[in-house]
């Protein structure tokens, strides 16, 4: 009875007409703002939780860090003559480093820059950097421009299959120049969907930089993928802050980003997996990508899985056919990275990802 009183109160001093007058659309603008603001919040929240989980997970068997460093300047300048237009974007990377290495020798770097649209970064990857630590692979994991948990301007700085490329690249080179135990001429990188989009566009602009790569489930041709998605998922792209233009009014930009129309640059050892029962990055793409790297005479290794369990992530999973898979990864790499502690069979694996 209380709380009626109160809704009686309340009713009785809102002025006569208010809500007429009161513009419904500037509201709901505003909770959406609120709603934004708030969900970047969390996803900073949600990141310093797992980042704690890293050193608790990996802590045991590798040094584990996470730096601040630069990739380019933005692609677009809200204002070109403001303060600070034009600086380099500052970005973030983990670095692990195995706890068992000799400094005086020289080690294999894996460049791994993380999937999703807008992600980061995760100990979802626990076991795939355990197993590499257990190798004698130093690994570099770059959140690039548009990840999460950085907050809104970090989110809205995302250059989908531009920039983004090169401040993976540029977590490379800051190993490189920043830890004489890394050897440049045994940098290998991999990455799974959008991240296996950095891989190919990575090894396609910089093939001198990269000794071999594998690209897994990776999105392969972003017009294809505007055809068979929802308008939700179109709508990100078309975003002011991000491409801006639907794919039917800008066909050359979404075909610049897209590896399929970029097989022609190939020069690096590489290997291709995907998976025909993908919820996520339809086989489709992966087998355009497949034909038009055969069309232009490259030579590379693929595998075409067919509806292994767990679509997607198949591969990245901690069952016993994803670490099969995982083998065949490793030993790819190996043959041109040479680590010190090389995984040729599931029992050696399983030791190294569940010890």
Do not use: C
Not at 84 to 105: E, L, M, Q, R
Not at 231 to 252: C, F, M, T, W
Request: charged share 25%; glycine share 6%; proline share 4%.
């Amino acid at each position: 009875m209380r709380y009626i009183k109160h809704l009686f109160f309340v009713l009785f001093i809102i002025p006569a007409g208010f809500f007429a007058q009161t513009d419904v659309n500037a509201q709901l603008l505003e909770l959406k703002k609120a709603n934004e603001n708030l969900e970047h919040r969390l996803d900073v929240l949600e990141k310093t939780i797992d980042d704690v989980l890293w050193f608790q997970r990996i802590g045991e068997y590798a040094y584990v860090d996470k730096v601040f460093h630069t990739g380019p300047p933005l692609a677009k300048e809200k204002n070109p003559t403001a303060q600070g237009a034009g600086n380099p974007v500052k970005i973030w990377s983990y670095i692990f480093i195995p706890k068992n290495i000799d400094y005086s020798k020289k080690y294999p770097l894996i460049v791994l820059p993380h999937g999703g649209v807008h992600a980061n970064f995760t100990t979802y990857y626990t076991h795939i950097i355990k197993e590499l630590i257990a190798q004698g692979y130093v690994i570099v994991a770059n959140e690039y421009r548009g990840s999460t948990g950085y907050g809104k301007s970090f989110f809205e700085k995302i250059d989908y299959g531009g920039l983004e490329t090169e401040d993976v690249d540029a977590s490379r080179q800051l190993m490189v120049d920043n830890y004489e135990f890394i050897d440049k001429d045994r940098v290998g990188i991999i990455g799974w969907s959008h991240g296996g989009l950095i891989t190919l566009l990575n090894i396609f602009d910089h093939p001198q930089n990269y000794k071999v790569a594998f690209a897994g489930v990776p999105v392969s041709d972003l017009i294809a993928r505007m055809g068979y998605k929802d308008q939700e998922y179109r709508d990100l792209y078309s975003a002011e802050y991000h491409i801006g233009k639907p794919a039917d009014e800008n066909v050359a930009e979404y075909r610049k980003r897209s590896p399929v129309w970029n097989a022609h640059k190939l020069q690096t050892p590489l290997l291709i997996h995907t998976n025909t029962n993908d919820e996520d990055v339809n086989s489709l793409e992966v087998e355009a990508l497949i034909n038009a790297l055969k069309a232009n005479e490259k030579e590379f290794e693929y595998e075409i899985f067919k509806d292994i369990p767990g679509g997607h992530s198949f591969d990245r999973m901690d069952t016993r056919k994803a670490r099969e898979i995982r083998v065949k990864i490793y030993k790819f790499l190996g043959k041109y990275l040479n680590p010190q502690n090389q995984i040729d069979n599931l029992d050696e694996l399983n030791k190294a990802g569940y010890r």
